[in-house]
């Protein structure tokens, strides 16, 4: 069992920045690819951004492309996502997950195997 604890929501005016961090509690961090995801009051579960076992390739949604960032240490058993230039409907609950195993990542969050608890990011315009 994985368990996944996210930090680093808050509130933050358009245009701010926040980092998001999620730290693992298993042994074998490197052997997960890394995702976040994120859920808006009454809309579905979106995919933001994932990163392979290394690090070496990341995937962003179209809608956080060029302003959000993943990276991962895998010596700290945490993934980061850095989030620029933030808009108010960037607004929702951030969750990390992490799917054991694969080569690359996938923007399925069926394809995940454990969640975190989420944190609540507020962008004000």
């Known amino acids: 069992q994985v368990q996944l604890v996210e930090s680093g929501g808050g509130l933050v005016q358009a245009g701010g920045s926040l980092r998001l961090s999620c730290a693992a509690s298993?042994?074998?961090?490197?052997?997960?690819?890394m995702a976040w995801f994120r859920q808006a009051p009454g809309k579905e579960r979106e995919f933001v951004a994932a990163?392979?076992?290394?690090?070496?390739?990341?995937y962003y949604a179209d809608s956080v492309k060029g302003r959000f960032t993943i990276s991962r240490d895998n010596a700290k058993k945490t993934v980061y996502l850095q989030m620029n230039s933030l808009k108010p409907e960037d607004t929702a609950v951030y969750y990390c997950?992490?799917?054991?195993?694969?080569?690359?990542?996938?923007?399925?969050?069926?394809?995940?195997?454990?969640w975190g608890q989420g944190t609540q990011v507020t962008v004000s315009s």
């Open positions: 990163i392979d076992l290394s690090g070496s390739s990341t």
């Open positions: 997950a992490a799917d054991f195993g694969v080569v690359g990542a996938t923007n399925h969050a069926r394809d995940y195997d454990y």
């Open positions: 298993t042994r074998t961090f490197s052997s997960y690819a």
